[in-house]
């Protein structure tokens, strides 16, 4: 597993099923499990884990059957992401016929900025990155916008004060989007099987 702990207070917005929302974590976790993980009680499991791992107080938790070990990381101006990808089923978001099938492959993006960002700036920027995620898997010719267990969790600073936006032009979501790009670029090059 990848750790994050966080000496001095952050602030994330994560769409992760453990600790997602808005929040102040004291860790986080991008977990490795197995391909045929079918497990629910995701909070129970990632917090033994957590505890194994001497970890307190609030925190997010991701899960993935990608080797973690294979993480990619991107820095751009200030704004940096680690992400570890999977597409061995990619899917549309809009897809009459994919129902509510269980996929494996999960690309899990986690990001970090040094300034505060109000929470509309956050939500923004979490929809930049998704979207230059998006771009990654289309200019790669993979079928599809991303994974059915996707994850993403954004962390800023609470210090000074808020940037308002953060969207595709705004000065850090624009950051965010260029260095979520080049992460799930590098994660498709480097595994270009998708057999994760």
């Not at 993935?64 to 992401?81: K, L, M, Q, W, Y």
């Not at 979207?131 to 994974?147: H, I």
């Not at 993403?152 to 953060?166: D, K, M, V, W, Y």
Request: aromatic share 6%.
């Amino acid at each position: 597993m990848l750790v994050w702990q966080f000496e001095d207070p952050v602030r994330a917005l994560s769409s992760a099923s453990v600790g997602g929302g808005f929040s102040t974590p004291a860790w986080l976790l991008n977990i490795g499990v197995p391909h045929d993980y079918s497990r629910i009680d995701l909070d129970e499991h990632a917090a033994k884990i957590a505890a194994g791992r001497s970890l307190s107080g609030p925190g997010i938790a991701m899960f993935t059957a990608v080797d973690v070990t294979r993480a990619e990381h991107a820095c751009f101006e200030g704004a940096s992401v680690s992400a570890t990808v999977g597409v061995t089923k990619p899917t549309w978001a809009a897809d009459p016929e994919a129902g509510h099938a269980l996929w494996p492959g999960t690309i899990n993006l986690i990001a970090l900025v040094p300034v505060a960002l109000e929470p509309a700036a956050m939500v923004q920027a979490l929809l930049a990155m998704t979207e230059a995620k998006t771009q990654a898997l289309l200019e790669a010719q993979v079928p599809g916008t991303g994974t059915a267990s996707d994850a993403i969790t954004l962390l800023c600073s609470i210090a000074g004060p808020a940037q308002r936006f953060g969207g595709v032009r705004s000065r850090w979501g624009h950051r965010l989007a260029m260095a979520t790009h080049a992460a799930v670029q590098q994660g498709l090059a480097a595994h270009p099987g998708r057999a994760r």
